[in-house]
């Protein structure tokens, strides 16, 4: 009998399993049967966009970070490498808000390491304590064990309570829609200890890094981000496009049992009645729905149930250009939460990307949720759109009407990676294979957020799923 694997859960990260499962497979000349459960009506998972009146709408998320190299392969592997575009270069201007005024972030700035005296000295972003406590990081002798810790404690210890509030928090605990104070610095920002660690200071690891940073091709930087010219769904239709094998959608997986001996161990159930018997199952769910189908094994499960999820939404504003007060010239501002605000942040999406608006028009996208969010994140539609406009306006002046708006929400989506993140996704890999030889977790609540984390991710699931089930089927 034909070898079955069934992957649950059709986001990216399932997606990618999926795919690189068939590819692998077809290398090997092994005969495979492929089944993709998706609860969704549609693929794609948090990858969602929508297009209305020319403009190119992402409810989820808009790019993905380039230093991760495995988005961009997969991309171009399935034939997109002609729609890959980089953020504008006009657009590559952050900025923050501080006390109802949007400032510069100022130039040389990475992350929250200045790399550039000058514009750092000047900029009024930072008080004067702030940027001498910020300086002591040059003498701050590095922490030497290989503890986690949380960001913001990490971020106190080397820059100070100011770096962390003003830059710290928006821009890096903000990427992950998480408190910096629970954060885990290893399975979030890994790179910062090792370059605390390899350089006794962030300043003088950041500018040994610049240093040995590829040349600039054209005088231009390479874009940190990239996107689809035509929208992130593209990666998802091109994927699908791609995979052979069965397709299950708007199919739930509600049960998972395993059988004694024999070929195709496991008996699953799906929740319009149909049973599925798999040789190994990979669940590419959120992990608090794989905890729920795992609740046979209560310690697997309850080694599972601690990783957290947040509430976000997206906001998206279109407004006609000639309505439009602000001249939008960057990519848009984040927004401390000391600052009490709806939204977390603001991206100009039709000066980030090309192609997201007509020459007309303009589209704004407004980010809200998070730690303290999760109310506004749920809150009623015409209240969020009212709040939202209410602070564009004080913010940017904008008082133009939209022509439309569309909401995306995401409640209890996203993954929080607190401190011991990689011990307790460590453990749960080692239970898993041990009480459920066959079964697999992959997917953004383990090992990265990010799309390439997750495309990532997934191929490594298929890698482990094809090794089993050609050694122990
Ligand atoms: C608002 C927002 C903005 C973001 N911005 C960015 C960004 O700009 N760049 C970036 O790289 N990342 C971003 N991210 C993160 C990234 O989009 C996600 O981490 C990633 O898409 C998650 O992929 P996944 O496959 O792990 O999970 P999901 O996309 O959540 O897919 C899981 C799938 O499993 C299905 N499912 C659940 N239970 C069952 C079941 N029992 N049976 C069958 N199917 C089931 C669900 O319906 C879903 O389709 C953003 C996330 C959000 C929410």
Redesign the pocket.
Known sequence: MTTHIVI?????????TAYALQKQAEAAGLPLRLTL????NR?????ATRRRDGFVI????????TQKPE?AALCRELGLGDQLIGTNEAARRVLIVQHRRLLEMPEGLRLVVPTRFWPFVVSPLISWPGKLRMGLDLFIPPRRDDGDESLADFLRRRLGQEALDKLGEPMMAGIH?ADAERLSLLATFPRFRKIEQEHGSLVRGMLAAQRKAPPLKNGKRPSI?MTLRDGLDGLVAALERAFHGEVLLG????QLQRRPGGAAPFDLR?DDGRALLADAVIL???AR??T??LAPWPDLATALAPIRYLS???LSLAFSRAAFEHPLDGSGFVIPRKERRTMLACTWTSTKFAGRAPADGVLLRA?I?GPDGEAAALADEADLVAAIREELAELMGVRAAPLFHEL?R?PH???QYDVGHLQRVDRIEQMAAEALPGLFL????YRG??????VA??QRAAEKALEYVVRDT
């Open positions: 649950a859960g059709g986001g990216i990260a399932g997606l990618s459960v998706e609860a969704d693929l794609g998972g948090k990858i992402e409810g989820g998320p808009d790019s993905f970070i988005a829609v981000f199919t739930q997986l509600t799906c590419a769910t959120p729905d794989s729920r189908l976000t939404a997206t980010f949720g995306f995401w989506a996203n993954p992959t997917g953004s609540a957020v990010g799309i390439p984390d997750c991710q997934g």
